[in-house]
């Protein structure tokens, strides 16, 4: 039997955990983004750093939202997301990860501008869109 070994740049060594605890007006001042109504993984929004209060750990603008309270809501749509974190009782625990595109933004424009001058829009366009699924799924990470 062998063992399969988990390459250290891996996505899940960089999955962030935090436990954010309701204010007086049962708020997080946390927002959400994306969801399946709208074709995209839910993510972090803006951060009222000034109302929010953390348990434990902490959240970034723009990471991906992975699990509520333990429960996977990948793919779930923005509502369904809500009405889990609705119906946690005490801190609210989140389960994120950084998304990747930004650290290949410089690559994706380096090769955009290489075809830009050699290759047709459509190229451009799913060399782009390639990069996308990528960074999101951690391939590139």
């Not at 960089?14 to 399946?36: P, S, T």
């Not at 929004?45 to 723009?62: F, M, N, P, T, W």
């Not at 939202?65 to 990948?74: A, D, I, N």
């Not at 997301?81 to 290949?104: A, E, S």
């Amino acid at each position: 039997m062998s063992k399969v070994i988990q390459k250290k740049n891996h996505w899940i060594t960089k999955v962030n955990e935090c436990a954010v605890i309701r204010d007086e007006n049962g708020e997080l001042n946390v927002e959400l983004h994306g969801g399946a109504e709208n074709g995209e993984f839910a993510y972090i929004g803006q951060i009222r750093e000034d109302a929010v209060v953390y348990q434990d750990g902490k959240l970034s603008e723009g990471e991906l939202l992975l699990e509520v309270e333990g429960l996977s809501v990948s793919g779930l749509p923005l509502y369904d997301i809500y009405t889990v974190i609705n119906c946690c009782k005490g801190p609210v625990r989140l389960k994120t990860v950084r998304q990747g595109f930004v650290r290949w933004k410089k690559a994706l424009s380096k090769s955009k501008q290489l075809c830009r001058n050699h290759l047709s829009p459509f190229v451009i366009l799913v060399t782009v869109k390639i990069f996308e699924v990528c960074s999101i799924s951690g391939v590139l990470n």
